[in-house]
């Protein structure tokens, strides 16, 4: 079944799907207003978060920040429960979309043409990844969730995230947290595939319970909410690090491409959602993706570059010189009521004479 068609005959696809998207735009903006809270830490000379300090936690800029990433964390947290995670996590784009525009706007980082056009791209990739991801659910139940839990292939990738992110905190992040983006950004993203994971079961929990299952008596979903409060506080406070340490045009377009591609593995290891899709929809869910990476990285790899006519293309600085060219020629042409009577050599020579014949004469 296509992606189309499959949508087309599944409400709660679209619902998930608006979800998605106001999820972006509040957690784009929690960006901004994060940045912003932690900048004003640092005029007053308060100890700052890559410093170690929690300074933050008294400065409401960075509460309405967290609010603002809350609320929009709680409307992916509804997404995931009625749309899967491939089509999910990638439409987190537009939150980098929202917080490159807000940072040019009210934290003077520059948004030039490679940026905007960046921003076209990674709407028009994420158009086509909403068109070909999958609409089928795979995991209906906490039962089969635990069977999910079960299968060798996680259990391998979680202790590899587990071990890879214990290296990072205690091992790289004392040497290189301070000059190595990656490093604060890896442990956010790794975190956060296992934090999806528990996303999606606690929200088929839920719809279990609003179906009049006892799933309170589950453990499964205890287990699932306290990971999943782990993994947030985990996430938050390496974000913190990594957004006081660099620039947000930086933080949040690596954070994104690392977060979707991890979840995307998750996804497809632990939920198997792929193998409902056929192979022009891999190709167009892989192509969109793609799209959205190459519009990320001209959104900021080129955010300081100033975009001037000498950056343009040898033709095109060719046909500039032709339109100068043209334009002057136009301006030589003139009406003749705004020519000269003679012309500057003629004067020149005229004036030359005028001066032999007054010496000859004296």
Same mark, same amino acid.
């Given at each position: 079944m296509g992606g189309g068609e499959a949508a087309g005959g599944r409400p709660?696809?679209?619902?998930?799907?608006?979800?998605?998207?106001?999820?972006?735009?509040?957690?784009?903006?929690s960006f901004v207003l994060k940045k912003k809270g932690l900048l004003r830490l640092g005029r007053r000379g308060q100890a700052r978060a890559g410093q170690g300090g929690h300074a933050y936690?008294?400065?409401?800029?960075?509460?309405?920040?967290?609010?603002?990433?809350?609320?929009?964390?709680?409307?992916?947290?509804?997404?995931?429960?009625?749309?899967?995670?491939?089509?999910?996590?990638?439409?987190?784009?537009?939150?980098?979309?929202?917080?490159?525009v807000l940072s040019s706007t009210f934290l003077n980082e520059q948004l030039n043409v490679h940026g905007k056009i960046g921003c076209l791209l990674s709407i028009l990739g994420s158009t086509v990844m909403v068109i070909h991801a999958p609409q089928e659910e795979e995991v209906s139940?906490?039962?089969?969730?635990?069977?999910?839990?079960?299968?060798p292939g996680f259990i391998v990738f979680a202790v590899?995230?587990?071990?890879?992110?214990?290296?990072?905190?205690?091992?790289?992040?004392?040497?290189?947290?301070r000059s190595n983006v990656l490093v604060y950004v890896l442990v956010c993203s790794a975190i956060g595939s296992l934090s999806v994971s528990c996303v999606k079961g606690l929200g088929i929990a839920l719809k279990e319970l609003f179906a009049g299952k006892p799933v309170l008596k589950e453990p499964l979903g205890w287990v699932l909410l306290v990971c999943l409060v782990i993994c947030i506080s985990v996430q938050i406070?390496?974000?913190?690090?990594?957004? =006081?340490?660099?620039?947000?045009?930086?933080?949040?377009?690596i954070y994104y491409v690392l977060f979707t591609t991890a979840v995307m593995t998750c996804s497809a290891i632990l939920f198997k959602e792929w193998?409902?899709?056929?192979?022009?929809?891999?190709?167009?869910?892989?192509?969109?993706?793609?799209?959205?990476?190459?519009?990320?990285?001209?959104?900021?790899?080129?955010?300081?570059?100033?975009?001037?006519?000498?950056?343009?293309?040898?033709?095109?600085?060719?046909?500039?010189?032709?339109?100068?060219?043209?334009?002057?020629?136009? =301006?030589?042409?003139?009406?003749?009521?705004?020519r000269p009577l003679l012309p500057s050599e003629d004067k020149d020579s005229q004036s030359a004479e005028?001066?032999?014949?007054e010496g000859e004469s004296v």
């Amino acid at each position: 079944m296509g992606g189309g068609e499959a949508a087309g005959g599944r409400p709660g696809f679209y619902l998930g799907l608006g979800l998605a998207l106001a999820s972006s735009a509040f957690i784009g903006g929690s960006f901004v207003l994060k940045k912003k809270g932690l900048l004003r830490l640092g005029r007053r000379g308060q100890a700052r978060a890559g410093q170690g300090g929690h300074a933050y936690l008294r400065e409401w800029l960075w509460w309405a920040g967290l609010l603002c990433m809350g609320v929009g964390e709680a409307a992916n947290f509804a997404a995931y429960a009625f749309a899967p995670a491939t089509l999910v996590t990638p439409l987190g784009a537009l939150s980098v979309l929202v917080s490159a525009v807000l940072s040019s706007t009210f934290l003077n980082e520059q948004l030039n043409v490679h940026g905007k056009i960046g921003c076209l791209l990674s709407i028009l990739g994420s158009t086509v990844m909403v068109i070909h991801a999958p609409q089928e659910e795979e995991v209906s139940s906490l039962e089969s969730m635990a069977e999910k839990l079960k299968d060798p292939g996680f259990i391998v990738f979680a202790v590899c995230v587990l071990v890879s992110s214990l290296l990072l905190i205690f091992v790289a992040g004392p040497r290189y947290g301070r000059s190595n983006v990656l490093v604060y950004v890896l442990v956010c993203s790794a975190i956060g595939s296992l934090s999806v994971s528990c996303v999606k079961g606690l929200g088929i929990a839920l719809k279990e319970l609003f179906a009049g299952k006892p799933v309170l008596k589950e453990p499964l979903g205890w287990v699932l909410l306290v990971c999943l409060v782990i993994c947030i506080s985990v996430q938050i406070n390496y974000l913190n690090k990594a957004l =006081d340490i660099f620039n947000t045009s930086v933080v949040t377009p690596i954070y994104y491409v690392l977060f979707t591609t991890a979840v995307m593995t998750c996804s497809a290891i632990l939920f198997k959602e792929w193998q409902h899709m056929v192979l022009d929809n891999i190709i167009g869910t892989i192509s969109g993706f793609l799209t959205i990476v190459s519009g990320i990285f001209l959104l900021h790899a080129f955010r300081d570059v100033p975009f001037t006519p000498n950056l343009l293309p040898l033709f095109l600085q060719q046909g500039r010189a032709d339109l100068r060219t043209s334009w002057r020629s136009a =301006d030589r042409h003139q009406s003749c009521q705004h020519r000269p009577l003679l012309p500057s050599e003629d004067k020149d020579s005229q004036s030359a004479e005028e001066e032999e014949e007054e010496g000859e004469s004296v």
